[in-house]
Each structure stands twice: as structure tokens, then as C-alpha cells.
């Protein structure tokens, strides 16, 4: 679920715009049929795979070239940004020492970040495996903001009455914005849910 084709095309910006309009399995779909077409012409010695093929994908690049134009690009003030995503093994990240761990290397990442310029910075989700308030994600984020002049979002638990969430946060000026937090409401399908679980269940016990 986390795979998708689409991912590869993050360079090709004329056919990765094309993901406006449908979505990204639109974008990994198409890929897939403009390659079955290629290689049923191929096999078959077919002049009409070929055009279809082409066809295929001139419409994904028309799309694309479309969401180009249609891109914002203002002339407001320029801010530059940067996504961290540190290197951290999973029996790393959830064992007794995975919370330190994690904060020693967002902390080492986001002091490189700001050296090159980043006023705002972003970590994944649940980079901290734990509730937001932890005292270890705590004390890391709030330093860190205390420390330099950014706004920082990172991915974190929060746990109520209802439910559990994997929740985005907000944090500048060393505090943490505990009254806004951004829910994660899109999940994985078959990567972080099963999509009918009632009637799989009951086909394939």
C-alpha cells in the first residue's frame, strides 16, 4: 500500500501533477497500463498497443502539464522548509532507549537543517512512539524551538476517552500547541486498516 508507482515520477513534476485531478493510484494505474500495452504490442506484433500506449500517456502528460499551469507560485516571501526523515530501525525505534534514540537524531538532523536556512522544519509521523506528552519528546522539541527560531511539526500519539490517534504537532518558541493538533484521518488502505473487514472476514475467515 505504501509502494505506489506514482512515488517514482516525484522528479517528473509535467507527469506527477497528473495526481491532481485523479489521485496517486490514478498515476500508478496508468503507468501499469501504458507498460501492459508496450508489452502487448510487443508480443503480439500489434501496431494498435502501441497507439494506445501512447495515447495512455500523452493523456497522463496532458493532465500533468495542466496541474503545471494551474500551480500556484505567488510572489510572496520565500520560506525554505525542510522534511527530516531520520534512519532509525523499527526494534530501534519501539525499544526501551527508542524515544532518546529518536530525539538525539531529529536533534542532530534539525541543527543541520537550520545551518543551511530552514525556518521551518518537519518530522514523519509518530516519530516519537509514545504520547505527545512524554517528557523525553517534550524536552526535545521545546529545546530545540527554544534553541532556534522555527516552526517545527512532528508526528506523536495522543491518547483520549475515545480512542488513539496518530496525531501531528505544532511547536515554536519552545511551547507545544497541545489545543491544535492535526488527527490523521487517511489511512493506508490494507497498510493501516482493512477496507470491508466485516465481508472479508466472512469470504476469508
Given at each position: 500500500?505504501?509502494?505506489?508507482?506514482?512515488?517514482?515520477?516525484?522528479?517528473?513534476?509535467?507527469?506527477?501533477?497528473?495526481?491532481?485531478?485523479?489521485?496517486s493510484y490514478?498515476?500508478?494505474?496508468?503507468?501499469?497500463?501504458?507498460?501492459?500495452?508496450?508489452?502487448?504490442?510487443?508480443?503480439?506484433?500489434?501496431?494498435?498497443?502501441?497507439?494506445?500506449?501512447?495515447?495512455?500517456?500523452?493523456?497522463?502528460?496532458?493532465?500533468?502539464?495542466?496541474?503545471?499551469?494551474?500551480?500556484?507560485?505567488?510572489?510572496?516571501?520565500?520560506?525554505?522548509?525542510?522534511?527530516?526523515?531520520?534512519n532509525m530501525?523499527?526494534?530501534?525505534?519501539?525499544?526501551?532507549?527508542?524515544?532518546?534514540?529518536?530525539?538525539?537524531?531529529?536533534?542532530?538532523?534539525?541543527?543541520?537543517?537550520?545551518?543551511?536556512?530552514?525556518?521551518?522544519?518537519?518530522?514523519?509521523?509518530?516519530?516519537?512512539?509514545?504520547?505527545?506528552?512524554?517528557?523525553?519528546?517534550?524536552?526535545?522539541?521545546?529545546?530545540?524551538?527554544?534553541?532556534?527560531?522555527?516552526?517545527?511539526?512532528?508526528?506523536?500519539?495522543?491518547?483520549?476517552?475515545?480512542?488513539?490517534?496518530?496525531?501531528?504537532?505544532?511547536?515554536?518558541g519552545g511551547?507545544?500547541?497541545?489545543?491544535?493538533?492535526?488527527?490523521?484521518?487517511?489511512?493506508?488502505?490494507?497498510?493501516?486498516?482493512?477496507?470491508?473487514?466485516?465481508?472479508?472476514?466472512?469470504?476469508?475467515?
Amino acid at each position: 500500500p505504501w509502494g505506489r508507482l506514482s512515488i517514482g515520477q516525484v522528479e517528473n513534476s509535467f507527469i506527477l501533477c497528473s495526481v491532481s485531478f485523479f489521485g496517486s493510484y490514478f498515476l500508478s494505474f496508468a503507468i501499469v497500463l501504458v507498460n501492459a500495452l508496450i508489452v502487448y504490442a510487443l508480443l503480439h506484433k500489434r501496431n494498435l498497443g502501441y497507439a494506445a500506449a501512447a495515447s495512455s500517456f500523452a493523456f497522463v502528460l496532458l493532465l500533468g502539464i495542466i496541474g503545471n499551469l494551474l500551480t500556484y507560485t505567488g510572489d510572496g516571501e520565500t520560506v525554505k522548509a525542510a522534511a527530516i526523515q531520520g534512519n532509525m530501525a523499527s526494534q530501534e525505534k519501539w525499544s526501551a532507549d527508542g524515544m532518546q534514540i529518536a530525539a538525539d537524531i531529529y536533534t542532530r538532523i534539525t541543527d543541520e537543517a537550520v545551518a543551511e536556512g530552514a525556518q521551518i522544519v518537519v518530522w514523519p509521523e509518530s516519530v516519537f512512539p509514545a504520547s505527545v506528552e512524554n517528557k523525553v519528546a517534550v524536552r526535545c522539541v521545546t529545546s530545540l524551538t527554544s534553541k532556534y527560531d522555527i516552526e517545527l511539526f512532528y508526528g506523536t500519539l495522543v491518547y483520549d476517552d475515545r480512542d488513539n490517534y496518530n496525531a501531528m504537532v505544532h511547536a515554536s518558541g519552545g511551547e507545544i500547541t497541545f489545543d491544535n493538533m492535526y488527527y490523521k484521518r487517511h489511512l493506508v488502505p490494507f497498510g493501516e486498516y482493512v477496507p470491508y473487514r466485516d465481508f472479508i472476514r466472512v469470504v476469508f475467515p
